[in-house]
């Protein structure tokens, strides 16, 4: 048996092999053993208490804690194994790239979840806009610092050379620089968002040919979810380049309809026709009544022309409160016999 252990096999004893294959497998079995426990026993506890960062946290850390295990195993078993310095070297410093990329992963998912479960309820509780829109830059700012901090440690660790690369890096700075144009011009329309504040989130705005009520700012792009349930991602550096409608700064949104009764229509039935349009607003708590309009103000090719302006309150469903207005004309009008004109053609014959 000894005889068997002691045999050779590129460049390691059968012993040594059984050894790292054994810390290998036994990396696997325990994280999956871990894994186990989390899923089984420690959410469950978790579950039952009052508080949801608990859960939110074990959630982050469950994936690289199990992977961490595995990678523990995988490094403590190459080291039972002699290899030519050169590829030792390599995979010693891949295998130390690979367990700080796994705990960089860690810190960052536990950040995230911190984040999630503490800083963002505060910021919807606070009556203050900005929080909202500047928690989720910070957010993925912090993430993204997290990263490059860990990858340098990482390289580092590795063996690399951390000043010549970014000696590197600034030679080819220029390239990127002109490479990035767009995404430089998106970060400054962020920066900018922020500074004016042309809108907040919730607001209803309109930027070209889209609209939509804002979803999210971030440092690249601002989302906005269109009436049709649609969610939309715009550059931020077409806020800068284009105007910009806010719909819900106005203090009521105005509503013009144009009204068009048959030329056979009474003069009585006209003034009847403007009383019951200037009735129908007067009783109604969505409209503000002091600068509404009701006019008599054309002769049109096939009608009698009634001008209606009307303003809806800001905090009122506009939608709904139009529907509910334009239902009521049409029920009021066909009550009084009034007859809404359409293009006609007479023909008369000698």
Do not use: H
Not at 45 to 73: C, H, R, S
Not at 189 to 211: A, E, H, Q, S
Not at 214 to 240: C, H
Not at 281 to 297: R, Y
């Amino acid at each position: 048996m000894e005889d068997f252990l002691s045999k050779a096999f590129y460049g390691n004893t059968v012993e040594q092999w059984f050894y790292s294959l054994l810390f290998v497998l036994g990396g696997i079995l325990f994280s999956k053993a871990i894994y186990w426990v989390i899923k089984e026993v420690v959410k469950k506890l978790t579950a039952k208490t009052k508080t949801n960062l608990d859960d939110a946290l074990i959630d982050a850390l469950e994936k690289p804690v199990v992977y961490g295990i595995v990678l523990t195993g995988m490094w403590m078993g190459f080291n039972r194994l002699t290899f030519p310095e050169g590829f030792e070297n390599f995979m010693q410093r891949a295998l130390m790239f690979a367990l700080i990329f796994n705990i960089t992963w860690l810190i960052v998912r536990a950040v995230d979840a911190l984040i999630g479960e503490i800083l963002v309820p505060l910021a919807e509780k606070s009556e203050n806009t900005f929080d909202d829109q500047i928690i989720p830059i910070l957010r993925t700012a912090a993430k993204g610092l997290l990263w490059i901090i860990g990858i340098i440690v990482g390289l580092d660790n590795a063996g690399f050379d951390i000043m010549a690369l970014i000696a590197g890096l600034g030679i080819g700075g220029l390239a990127l620089a002109l490479a990035a144009q767009d995404t430089v011009k998106n970060v400054f329309g962020g920066v900018m968002i922020f500074i004016d504040k042309p809108f907040k989130l919730g607001d209803w705005v309109v930027i070209g040919g889209d609209d939509g009520v804002v979803d999210e700012v971030g440092i690249r792009s601002t989302r906005i979810r269109k009436l049709d349930g649609r969610l939309v991602t715009i550059p931020n550096s077409r806020f800068a380049e284009s105007s910009v409608t806010n719909n819900s700064a106005e203090p009521t949104r105005k509503v013009v309809v144009n009204l068009g009764l048959v030329y056979g229509t009474a003069p009585d039935k006209m003034e009847l026709a403007m009383n019951m349009l200037k009735d129908i607003i007067k009783n109604n708590q969505d409209i503000v009544t002091e600068n509404c309009l009701v006019s008599f103000n054309s002769w049109g090719d096939f009608s009698l022309g009634i001008l209606f302006i009307y303003y809806i309150r800001k905090e009122a469903d506009i939608l709904n409160t139009q529907s509910k207005i334009n239902l009521e004309i049409l029920n009021r009008f066909n009550e009084k016999g009034l007859e809404f004109a359409y293009p006609t053609q007479t023909i008369y014959k000698k």
